[in-house]
Each structure stands twice: as C-alpha cells, then as structure tokens.
C-alpha cells in the first residue's frame, strides 16, 4: 500500500525558514517521481516543485516558488522534503507530497497519490 505523511508543518514568522517531510512507504523513490503541493482554502492546489526518481536526478519547480523552494530526498530513509525559505504569510496553506507525474512544473491534475497534508502558517 502506498502511504504518504507530511510532517513539520506549524506557525512560523515571515521572513523564516521551514523544512516540510515526507515519510512514504509502499515504494521507493526509484519507482516513483514524488512531488509537493499547496493549498490555501478557496483555491486550486498549486503544484510546487518534483523530483522525477533516484535514477533521473531531474527536479522541476514552480516559476513562481523557484529560489525559494528546494526539494530533496534521503533514499535510505524514504524521506522526501522541501526546504521554503523568506517565507510569507501568503505562504501559508496546507502542504502536501503525492506521488506524481514529474516532466515539468508538477500539475495536481498528474498525481496518482496524496498525503493528508500539512498546515503551515506563517504570521507576519
């Protein structure tokens, strides 16, 4: 079975830095192209950035978050996360990682899996 959790979501200060994790289980980052999202209530799930497999080192961001965001993953301890850094209260939103088609700029429309996502709040 394929499991996804976020964790490391919480209240931060704008300006701050955050890494979010994701624990999976049910498959390997050789398998699968993992990514993360976000969504702020009222709107569409925008995708943030992926990384395409352990074998394909290809990660592809958002235009908008590129600088600010970077993905990685721990191979032996099935852990994917994502470093935000100068955040801003427009930031805040729920975060999730999913399993996901990754060939450009992920799209919730290419996701296979979903964690339940993470709240992240960041006051200013």
């Known amino acids: 079975e394929v499991r996804l959790v976020e964790s490391g979501g919480g209240l931060v200060q704008s300006g701050e830095s955050m890494t979010l994790s994701c624990t999976v289980s049910?498959?390997?980052?050789?398998?699968?192209?993992v990514g993360w999202f976000r969504q702020v209530p009222g709107r569409e799930r925008e995708g943030i950035a992926c990384n395409a497999s352990s074998t394909d080192a290809s990660v592809y961001y958002t235009d908008d978050l590129k600088g600010r965001a970077a993905i990685s993953v721990n191979n032996a301890k099935n852990i994917l996360y994502l470093q935000m850094n100068s955040l801003k209260p427009e930031d805040t939103a729920v975060y999730y990682c999913?399993?996901?088609?990754?060939?450009?700029?992920?799209?919730?429309?290419?996701?296979?899996?979903w964690g339940r996502g993470t709240q992240v709040t960041v006051s200013s």
């Open positions: 999913a399993v996901v088609i990754c060939l450009s700029a992920p799209k919730a429309g290419d996701v296979y899996f």
């Open positions: 049910g498959f390997t980052f050789d398998d699968y192209a």
